[in-house]
Antibody, heavy 120, light 108 residues
């Protein structure tokens, strides 16, 4: 069974940093592209970033370009999102999601999400 | 950036009725890379349809997708009680990947 479990969320002050993790199991992690998506309270999902299976291709949304960094450790079946210079508007539930890769990037499996709250 | 506009914002129907949800893109979606997701309160989105018309694993055949270019449709042929939820379209043909604002399907 495919499982994605996010962790690392919490309360942080504006300008602060957080590192989110996503632990994957039930599939060959190194064969799939991975994504981060967030959803602010009462809003629709917002795609943030994707990383290909071997980390060769990385993309970001404009809203987080230069502030967030996606990475992965295939040996540890883990995906990460380093978030710096956090803003109040970054408050959201953050999801990791698996995509097939190779040009097919539908988000076929999602984790349960981790809540990030940016507030003074 | 491709902007996706979903309509209607809210759709009120009864179980057993047919639902038709629309997603219009501001420019052509490359290779028909358009997906539909269902989301219930407190849950993550769930993939229903990808490449505009392919059902994801385990999705009932009452869900179907169609369309190409800039106009896409999600149809639910006969609504079941568990189908009342939020629905989002997403394009993944170009970066940044973008989502529509959603259609709320509610019980009439």
């Amino acid at each position: 069974e495919v499982q994605l479990v996010e962790s690392g969320g919490g309360l942080v002050k504006p300008g602060g940093s957080l590192r989110l993790s996503c632990a994957a199991s039930g599939f060959t992690f190194s064969s799939y592209s991975m994504n981060w998506v967030r959803q602010a309270p009462g809003k629709g999902p917002e795609w943030l970033s994707s990383i290909s299976s071997s980390s060769g291709y990385i993309y970001y949304a404009d809203s987080v370009q230069g502030r967030f960094t996606i990475s992965r450790d295939n040996a540890k079946n883990s995906l990460f999102l380093q978030m710096n210079s956090l803003r109040v508007e970054d408050t959201a539930v953050y999801y990791c999601a698996r995509a097939p890769g190779g040009g097919a990037d539908q988000l076929e499996y999602w984790g349960q999400g981790t809540l990030v709250t940016v507030s003074s | 950036e491709i902007v996706l506009t979903q309509s209607p914002g809210t759709l009120s129907l009864s179980p057993g009725e047919r639902a038709t949800l629309s997603c219009r893109a501001s420019q052509s979606v490359r290779s028909g890379h358009l997906a539909w997701y269902q989301q219930k309160p407190g849950q993550a989105p769930r993939l229903l349809i990808y490449v505009a018309s392919s059902r994801a694993t385990g999705i009932p055949d009452r869900f179907s997708g169609s369309g190409s270019g800039t106009d896409f449709i999600l149809t639910i042929s006969r609504l079941e009680p568990e189908d009342f939820a939020m629905y989002y379209c997403q394009q993944y043909g170009s970066s940044p990947r973008t989502f529509g604002q959603g259609t709320r399907l509610e019980i009439k």
